[in-house]
């Protein structure tokens, strides 16, 4: 492909064109409460091939589907009544269902596994183009895949601007990580795969510490950001612990705190919030490291966020985007 992807402003007009791309199969970025997903029609197997070849995603990675209502979900998704209670009390948000799903969902989606992710997201774009569509939509973040993911509307533009045609820019995306996924295949064993910005006291659950297995990165995803390494920029990435020092920082390293330091502060120190605000360092940590991840730094220092709420989400991307 030679065209350059166009960032195009929220207008009418501009949503108009990307509901008549999706209908013609094509996939558009579009900007979420959580990430900029790459969207397509998740019902079309031409649209699911697409975003696996633009993101350059295996095949054993699944997809989220995206809704517009509840009816809708359950067209395609078998739901029992703990999944419509969440529903009911976290949707339209940040959070994702997996169960089984109905045959009207393609193995493309599901890795061929008999479960599909699903979600209603509540950015008023995506809202506007899933109400105008009679199907939904396939929607991962809109970046090469194992990348950072992407929170504006210019990283998309950045990193995949050659391989699609628009991204509608929404502004930054409020959460800055991505939903959090609860397996309800078995209502009464519900379990969280994916850490998000909906905590496990929220949803009245247990904290699950995710353990970074290498061997399972062979097999069939239950669900999206499992994988051992993942999230990660160019610039390689080591951690340190929350409120610790990292050890023998080069100029050549950029340092980033969760809080800004005080005193005087190097050129190569940065900081995720003024505050230690963690729904603040959630926020800016993919953009601060898309950012750092341009420059000619060798090595990204980062700490770790608190452990706790949105932190534990932190935490599990740093942990994959660290990981070899």
């Not at 239950?222 to 050890?247: C, K, R, V, W």
Request: aromatic share 6%; net charge negative.
């Amino acid at each position: 492909m030679s065209h350059a992807c166009k960032i195009l402003q929220a207008s009418a007009e501009n949503i108009d064109l990307c509901v008549d791309l999706l209908r013609d199969e094509a996939v558009v970025g579009v900007p979420t409460e959580t990430v900029y997903g790459l969207a397509g029609n998740a019902l079309k197997e031409v649209s699911l091939r697409k975003i696996f070849e633009v993101k350059g995603r295996p095949m054993l990675d699944p997809l989220i589907v995206h809704f517009s209502s509840i009816e809708q979900a359950e067209i395609h998704a078998e739901f029992n009544e703990h999944a419509r209670a969440l529903a009911a009390q976290f949707w339209p948000g940040a959070l994702t269902l997996v169960l089984p799903k109905k045959d009207t969902i393609s193995d493309l989606v599901t890795a061929a596994l008999p479960s599909v992710a699903v979600r209603i997201p509540e950015h008023p774009i995506f809202r506007s183009l899933l109400e105008r569509l009679d199907f939904p939509l396939a929607a991962p973040s809109a970046n090469p895949f194992g990348y950072v993911s992407p929170t504006r509307a210019e990283h998309v533009a950045s990193t995949l601007g050659d391989r699609i045609l628009a991204v509608i820019d929404g502004g930054a995306c409020k959460h800055g990580v991505e939903s959090t996924i609860v397996d309800l295949r078995d209502p009464d064993a519900p379990k969280i795969l994916r850490p998000g910005p909906l905590s496990a006291e929220q949803l009245g659950m247990q904290d699950v510490e995710m353990e970074l297995n290498q061997d399972s990165n062979k097999l069939a995803q239950a669900a999206p950001g499992m994988l051992t390494q993942h999230y990660s920029p160019n610039t390689p990435i080591t951690l340190f612990g929350h409120d610790e020092q990292p050890n023998n920082v080069q100029k050549s390293e950029a340092v980033l705190y969760n809080t800004k330091p005080a005193g005087k502060v190097a050129e190569n120190t940065f900081w995720l919030s003024e505050s230690g605000d963690l729904t603040e360092i959630a926020h800016n940590l993919f953009m601060l490291i898309q950012k750092l991840d341009v420059r000619d730094y060798t090595q990204l220092k980062v700490e770790r966020a608190e452990h706790v709420d949105i932190g534990i989400a932190v935490n599990d991307r740093l942990s994959r985007a660290a990981a070899k």
